[in-house]
């Protein structure tokens, strides 16, 4: 385990900002501590060249720019002696002020100016150069800047670090302590982003009532906001009530919840519509986004050629020119996406939708359109680019993300009605995986004359964040649609691809072969199915098909939890495939001791991370669901090096809250990506975990060898198990809303 190095206390003054971030309060600085110059790194917002500051923190090695003191604390006084004032005021941290007029200020009034300015400023008019109005400027400048020093001073002691306060400042400016004191669930808003159990606390800490109508409004939105992450993108306005009055334990009260939730709607907080005779309700963004889908669809379905084409001809030359011959239903899914505005192509594996969607492809080149490719994470970007011979990319990649807020994480893009894509055509691969959100800034980028082509399985798992787009598109009966239901012949040899398909259909697959691509293997209990699955991870597949453990292998588990769960099969695979070695480095972080040798995903996108490719290339950015291996962890620089494939990534150890281990994954973590050999263990009935579209969409993620294990009945019950999970959304009902209002709709 890697000891952490004690917390040094620097003092000094600081000489110089190399590199300052307004948006989170970031600085890279060059600290004067008497014997040396430091450069210091950390959340200081507002510090500037000539202050005092007493920095607490540890010195680490930057695999760039090398040792660095990384702040955690910081004590600041501002410059005090004539010297240190001119050098504040000089380095421009009041716009307006420069060198020049600096020295003015400090030649007439001395050790004196900072308290002129924060106290008399209209005496700065004396300064030769300076109005009244400058004075007040000026006064408002260095009012901001303590501003924000107290907002930040009121917030800590709540536990909220710079960035957030500095966001809160940002919306209310010196009102910011006055505007939280009077509400503090306000801090949940999506800028400054606290969770609702955090607002709570410090509302505890102001000795809000349990009742306050403050309080109420705020869980509102929250369990909208919490049930983003169960597929939602609104509530039924009866259960929203019922839950929340639940939650924050006031059920003996339900006439002040409806009108407060009344009141929310009325002060446009949230809104209100009517589907189908029930009243839902919806978080602004989330109304706003389902909407503006509906709406852009049904503009886009009337964007057809101007002449319906036949496209027989064209789809004969094609295949005599590739000597293949397409079914009926692929010639009338090439057709339909030619002449539509929106098309949806579907189907399972071996269907032929590769096949189909690279027709289409080749057809809509040959017509001269540009046409982008894309898909929702890197690793099935990665596989179209593989089966259509042509680049694709991530949806955040083609709509060219602009981290504006790296603290929140939150996307804006490059890519949107003012600058939209060049391409005439997109398709959209995976679309199950797409959420709400993502599909609406891949919308607001499409010209209006653009025509937009989407594949997927609508069999398998939807996204995990808000909407159920595929299956709502396709329920609403507006867009033209083919799915490809027939298994080819080729295809039909394979067990893996006949078993997914009777899965799905509900029938029990076969679970007796033992010369086929497709094996079950029965354990009794939970330690032996976690030993067989080592067994066959470390030695039984790479013994019999030359397989490799970390590259070739993927254990997928429906759960996190349990002895065959995610975290306890890390640990056991770890141990049997990367053993502890002291010729390898390795590093604790929380609970999780990384290794050199360790396979691991990246689980969310990073933008900024730098890599470099076997051949010499270099670039930024790694992805979401990105599987790769730990080639080297430096300790004394606190660098790791992670493989992904042909190209290296540079992290710092602190950096590893993006990793996890990933010798087994779960299902959702899968989704996009496709393995030589998938191992599933199936142990036990879990009604929420085991359901029949998690094991197909974990038996799609197979090419060569699925090995199932556990028991038979786990399996023929998960199978049976067609549970449906209910997603509030109003896609569908939006779209054929739309397809009654456009003429000839």
Known sequence: MQTPQPLLTLTGTVEGIVY??????????????????????????????????????????HPTYGQQFKAEICQRQMPASSSAIL??????????????????MVGMYGDKTLEIIEKDHRKLAQVPGISQRKAADIFEQYRRIFGIRTVMLFLSRFGLDAAASIRAWKLWGPLTQQVVEENPYILCN?????????????????????????????????????????????????????????????????????????????????????????????LNRLYTAETYIAGRISLMLGNVPPDDKDFSKEIARLEQQLDIEYDELQRKAVKMALNSGVFILTGGPGTGKTTTLNAILFLLEQQGEKVALAAPTGRAAKRMSEVTGREASTIHRLLEVDYRDPETGKHNFKRDEKNPLRQSVVILDEVSMVDTPLMCSLMRALRLSSRLILVGDPDQLPSVGPGNLLRD????????????????????????????HSIIRGEQPDL???????????????????????????????????LDPLWDIQVIAPSRVGAIGTQGLNRILQERLNPKNPMKAQFQFGNTLYREGDKVMQIK??????????????????????????????????????????????????????????????????????????????????????????????????RKILIL?????????TVRNDRKVKRYTQLAYLLRQGALETPGG
Not at 87 to 104: E, N, Q, T
Not at 200 to 229: F, Y
Not at 610 to 630: A, C, P, R, S, Y
Request: glycine share 8%; net charge negative; hydrophobic share 40%.
């Open 473 to 500: 598109m396709i329920a609403s009966d507006v867009i033209p649609t083919v799915h490809l239901g027939r298994v080819f012949r080729q295809a039909e040899q394979s067990a893996i691809i006949q078993n997914a």
């Open 605 to 702: 996108n990073n933008y900024d991370i730098l890599w470099k490719k076997d051949d010499g290339e270099e670039g930024t950015g790694v992805f979401n669901g990105d599987i790769g291996v730990i080639e080297m962890i430096d300790r004394p620089s606190q660098t790791i090096l992670i493989r992904y494939d042909d190209r290296v990534a540079q992290y710092t150890t602190d950096m590893a809250d993006e990793i996890e281990h990933a010798y087994a994954v779960t299902v959702h973590k899968s989704q996009g990506s496709e393995f030589d050999a998938v191992i599933i263990p199936l142990m036990r009935f879990h009604p929420k975990l085991y359901y029949r579209n998690i094991l197909y969409t974990g038996v799609t993620r197979a």
């Open 87 to 104: 050098k504040y005021l000089s380095s421009g941290v009041i716009k307006g002020i420069g060198p020049v007029l600096a020295r003015r």
């Open 709 to 717: 294990l556990g028991q038979k009945g786990t399996v023929a019950q």
């Open 190 to 282: 999506e800028t400054v982003g606290l969770d609702f159990e955090r607002a709570d606390g410090i509302a505890r800490q102001m000795e809000l009532s349990s009742a306050d109508p403050r309080r109420l409004k705020a869980g509102l939105s929250h369990v909208l906001t919490h049930n983003l992450l169960n597929g939602h993108t609104c509530l039924p306005r009866d259960r929203l009530l019922e839950t929340t009055a639940a939650l924050l334990d006031v059920q003996e009260d339900p006439e002040l919840l409806e009108e407060l939730l009344e009141q929310a709607v009325e002060e446009e907080e949230l809104v209100s519509d009517t589907f189908g005779g029930r009243n839902y309700i919806y």
């Open 20 to 61: 300052q971030s307004a948006d989170t309060g970031y600085v890279v600085m060059e600290l004067d501590t008497g014997a040396e110059l430091v450069t210091a790194v950390g959340n200081i917002p507002g510090v500037a060249a000539g202050e005092e500051v007493a920095l607490t923190g540890r010195y680490v090695n």
């Open 512 to 546: 007796s072969s033992r010369d086929s691509d497709f094996f079950f293997l029965e354990r009794g209990s939970y330690e032996q199915t976690a030993a067989t699955v080592a067994d066959l991870c470390a030695r039984r597949l790479p013994d019999a098909y030359g």
